[in-house]
């Protein structure tokens, strides 16, 4: 190889790596005390009464150790679909006191992911502890996700990045 073909490949390689680095700083939320939400779908169109799987991803990047409390993906994250009309569906039900709840940590520098499933055919009308048996609407949506933690004692909402996303 030559030292020109070399040089090109580099550049390449580099201007690849810049714009993954740069696009992947768009899959965040604001961070919160050092501490980010992701959230990503494998189809952004959706069929009316079908389920949506959800890949969430918090990243600690704070020097402290953060600490959340788990049950289940579908209990500890609100997943919320806002429609253009500014109608917001909660795809997961209310926090429940009496779910059993772990405490897990996440040291500085460490990552964890969760899969969310969520039905496109039911969502929960506040205060009801149980989901509607209603279709949600087809139409243009923005999907988030939000989560609780702890750092020093102090409890804080992580929100995700928005994904749009249709239903047909």
């Known amino acids: 190889?030559?030292?020109?073909?070399?040089?090109?490949?580099?550049?390449?390689?580099?201007?690849a790596t810049a714009c993954i680095a740069q696009s992947t700083n768009n899959l965040y939320g604001k961070s919160v005390q050092e501490v980010q939400l992701?959230?990503?779908?494998?189809?952004?169109?959706?069929?009316?009464?079908?389920?949506?799987?959800?890949?969430?991803?918090?990243?600690?990047?704070?020097?402290?150790?953060?600490?959340l409390s788990e049950s289940s993906p579908e209990m500890d994250f609100n997943v919320?679909?806002?429609?253009?009309?500014?109608k917001v569906y909660k795809l997961t039900p209310p926090a429940v006191v009496f779910t059993r709840l772990l405490r897990t940590d996440l040291k500085p520098g460490e990552s964890r992911d969760?899969?969310?499933?969520?039905?496109?055919?039911?969502?929960?009308?506040?205060?009801?502890?149980?989901?509607?048996?209603?279709?949600?609407?087809?139409?243009?949506?923005?999907?988030?996700?939000?989560?609780?933690?702890?750092?020093?004692n102090s409890i804080f909402e992580l929100e995700s990045n928005l994904l749009k996303v249709q239903i047909k």
Do not use: C, Q
């Open 38 to 67: 992701s959230i990503s779908v494998s189809n952004s169109v959706i069929v009316v009464g079908s389920e949506l799987v959800i890949s969430a991803e918090i990243k600690n990047l704070s020097t402290n150790v953060i600490y």
């Open 80 to 86: 919320l679909l806002t429609s253009d009309s500014g």
């Open 114 to 152: 969760w899969i969310i499933h969520v039905g496109i055919n039911k969502y929960f009308e506040p205060p009801s502890l149980v989901a509607t048996d209603k279709n949600i609407e087809p139409g243009d949506y923005i999907l988030k996700a939000t989560r609780h933690f702890s750092k020093n």
């Open 1 to 15: 190889m030559t030292k020109k073909s070399l040089s090109t490949i580099f550049s390449v390689f580099f201007l």
